[in-house]
């Protein structure tokens, strides 16, 4: 069964700062996709970034990446010069190959300093 | 803008008395999810319809029930809600099952059970 870790419930962060947001997953498929998303405190569910399991590089997209290591089936979210508006709920999720199910994680509360 | 919409947005019910909350969408997706989400806690599927096809989640409980009339709509009926059922319910939709594709959320209906 699939199973996604978040260790932090909650982070700080300084304005303009970089942060790591911290996911481990456990699968036994070898095809598999990650996922970011941001929950402000409005309730949406914003999709941030993917990431596929036979992908090479890392996933970028804007000030978001990822950091995927596959041996340690990690996945960790890094937002780079963080702003007032990343305050919010993070969930790292995973979908494994040709599942209808996407299993997110407990989630990290991300708070960002002025 | 394609996007996924959810009404109503805020929903307020007596206890036992039966609800429907609506998600549209016009991304033309095959795919139709609704979640659970309690406060501070991950989204939990209930089910999903992959095209006609109705997935019902084995611990969901079954005073929930879904109906899909056609690609763009999907309901979800609480037959008899409890207080326990006051919660944030998610649609979300994707094109297919594959595991490098992203669903796209609503913003949730906000349900009160008074």
């Known amino acids: 069964a699939q199973k996604i870790t978040q260790t932090q419930p909650g982070m700080f962060v300084q304005e303009k700062e970089a942060v790591t947001l911290d996911c481990t997953y456990d699968t036994s498929d070898q095809s598999y996709g990650l996922f970011w998303y941001k929950q402000p405190s409005s309730g949406e569910m914003i999709f941030l970034i993917y990431?596929?399991?036979?992908?090479?590089q890392n996933a970028t997209e804007g000030r978001y990446s990822l950091n995927f290591q596959k041996a340690r089936k990690s996945a960790n979210l890094v937002i780079s010069a963080s702003q007032l508006g990343d305050s919010a709920m993070y969930f790292c999720a995973m979908r494994e190959h040709n599942n209808n199910d996407m299993r997110f994680g407990a989630g990290t509360r991300l708070t960002v300093k002025p | 803008d394609a996007m996924v919409i959810q009404n109503p947005r805020y929903q307020v019910t007596q206890f036992g008395k039966p609800v429907t909350l609506s998600c549209s969408q016009t991304l033309n997706h095959n795919v139709m999810y609704w979640y659970q989400q309690k406060s501070s806690q991950a989204p939990k599927l209930l089910f999903h319809?992959?095209?006609?096809?109705?997935?019902n989640e084995a611990d969901t409980p079954d005073n929930f029930q879904s109906r899909r009339p056609n690609t763009s709509f999907c309901f979800l009926d609480i037959r008899s809600p409890g207080l326990g059922d006051a919660a944030m319910y998610l649609c979300?939709?994707?094109?297919?099952?594959?595991?490098?594709?992203?669903?796209?959320f609503g913003d949730g209906t906000r349900l009160s059970i008074l």
């Open positions: 990431q596929g399991s036979y992908d090479e």
């Open positions: 319809y992959y095209d006609k096809d109705f997935n």
């Open positions: 979300a939709t994707s094109p297919q099952i594959f595991r490098d594709q992203p669903q796209h």
